[in-house]
């Protein structure tokens, strides 16, 4: 069954370094999402991207956030100066489909410790 | 955003079939209903969706009330790895997917 590969599965950065965490969709997918997770807490939307932009972000999503589809392959998320708050999983997404017919494909996650 | 409301927790003993229950009575007639898990330390995952009628997947059958205003996942036979928080989640159009609190489930051995 086709997976969405994240990686690293873990990673250990210093408080402003910077990180990018890298996921590989499903291949035909198009519609790509990052959510987060802290401890403890709900998953939360991050953004969702579609044909080169973001479709839409939430208000966690700051200036410190970006992402990218650098080829047709992986999508990424960059964190630019990282924060003790940035600590929690982050789990990439795709669908097929936009609309509420399609589900989402979850990767296993990346767990961000920011130290 | 439409709501959902399920118990906090719930628990089921192994092999004997799990119902967990979703009350959405502000559905609205374009709204779909998805289920999702989280597995312990794992991401999310697609369990099934349905608009009107019952569903039937190879994880799970979803029973959708005539009203719709609640629906319940049926889990035909728990086993241990079917211990994880169950996300009901109200989807219009193109809304994307959001996580409530879920139903935690435990299964018994």
């Known amino acids: 069954e086709p997976e969405v590969t994240q990686t690293p599965s873990h990673q250990v950065t210093q408080m402003g370094q910077e990180v990018i965490l890298r996921c590989v969709p499903i291949?035909?997918?198009?519609?790509f999402y990052w959510y987060r997770q802290i401890l403890g807490q709900k998953v939360e939307f991050l953004v969702s991207?579609?044909?080169?932009?973001?479709?839409?972000k939430s208000e966690i999503f700051d200036d410190q956030f970006s992402v990218e589809r650098p080829d047709g392959s992986n999508f990424t998320l960059k964190i630019r100066s990282t924060k003790l708050e940035d600590s929690a999983m982050y789990f990439c997404?795709?669908?097929?489909?936009?609309?509420?017919?399609?589900?989402?494909?979850f990767g296993s996650g990346t767990r961000l410790t920011v130290v | 955003d439409a709501k959902t409301t399920q118990p906090n927790s719930m628990e089921s003993n192994e092999e004997e079939p799990v119902h967990l229950p979703c009350n959405h009575s502000?559905?609205?007639?374009?709204?779909?209903i998805h289920w999702y898990r989280q597995l312990p330390s794992q991401g999310p995952e697609y369990v099934i969706h349905?608009?009107?009628s019952n569903v039937n997947n190879r994880m799970a059958s979803l029973a959708i009330a005539e009203d719709r205003k609640s629906s319940t996942l049926i889990l035909h036979r728990a086993t241990l790895r079917d211990a994880a928080v169950y996300y009901c989640?109200?989807?219009?159009?193109?809304?994307?997917?959001?996580f409530g609190p879920g139903t935690s489930l435990s299964v018994i051995p």
């Open positions: 997404a795709s669908s097929v489909g936009q609309g509420a017919a399609y589900g989402y494909t």
């Open positions: 291949s035909n997918h198009l519609y």
């Open positions: 991207f579609y044909n080169n932009e973001i479709s839409e």
């Open positions: 502000t559905i609205s007639g374009t709204d779909y």
């Open positions: 349905g608009l009107t």
């Open positions: 989640i109200l989807r219009t159009s193109y809304d994307k997917v959001i």
